[in-house]
């Protein structure tokens, strides 16, 4: 069973972000990792997220 130091809602898409050995990433609503906990924060809209590292920032598409 996953455990995270923080979780939030799951969305209308069925992801949720959340955040594990201090770094954020988003799983699906099995448990399963669709973005891998490696980022600083993680905001997602829809089936794109918002991503930072330090202070870069990249895109992800959501292809599921």
């Keep these: 069973k996953p455990t995270f130091e923080e979780?939030?809602?799951f969305d209308n898409?069925?992801?949720?972000i959340v955040?594990?050995?201090g770094n954020y990433g988003l799983i699906d609503n099995k448990g399963e990792w669709i973005v891998s906990p490696e980022f600083d924060r993680i905001w997602s809209y829809k089936k794109i997220c918002l991503v930072r590292i330090g202070?870069?920032?990249d895109v992800i598409r959501i292809i599921k």
Excluded: T
Excluded at 13 to 16: I, R, S, T
């Design 19 to 21: 955040k594990k050995d």
């Design 55 to 57: 202070d870069k920032f």
């Design 13 to 16: 898409n069925g992801l949720a």
């Design 7 to 9: 979780a939030m809602r």
